[in-house]
């Protein structure tokens, strides 16, 4: 535990341009948890690319302290979150603490497109037991 320093927000992947506007995606409301660390870089497909893609999460991830840090991914990869939790269960990191993003509800009660905000998720491995954080 290293409470010395700043948090880390482990991104598992630079996000791409959105298909349609071609806006990059908003991740300021991810700096309120800590410095963001993209663990991937754009281009790389965990799902092409498993090999390469694990190695840079084993690396990216070798700083992760469960205790202050975070991960989350934007938009991104379900294989390469499931990479990613199945490298910190080989570290026997005993918990990680997940962001959820919630999109924002517009006044018709539809969810926004463009906006909304990040909250943890507390996952403890050794104890199966799953928390919502605020």
């Known amino acids: 535990m290293n409470k010395s320093r ?50 840079m999460l084993q690396e990216g991830l070798k700083q992760y ?3 202050i840090d975070y991960l989350t991914t934007v938009g991104g990869s379900y294989f390469g979150a499931f990479m990613m939790g199945w490298i910190l269960a080989l570290l026997s990191e005993p918990s990680i603490t997940w962001l959820r993003f919630e999109r924002d509800r517009m006044g018709d009660g539809s969810r926004s497109n463009s906006s909304g905000s990040y909250w943890p998720v507390t996952m403890h491995m050794d104890e199966l037991l799953i928390e919502l954080t605020e």
């Open 6 to 55: 700043t948090p880390i927000v482990y991104v598992l992947s630079a996000p791409r341009p959105n298909r349609y506007t071609h806006e990059e995606p908003n991740t300021l409301a991810l700096m309120q948890y800590g410095q963001v660390k993209y663990l991937i870089p754009r281009g790389i497909s965990p799902e092409f690319n498993p090999e390469v893609s694990a190695k």
């Open 65 to 67: 302290d469960p205790a």
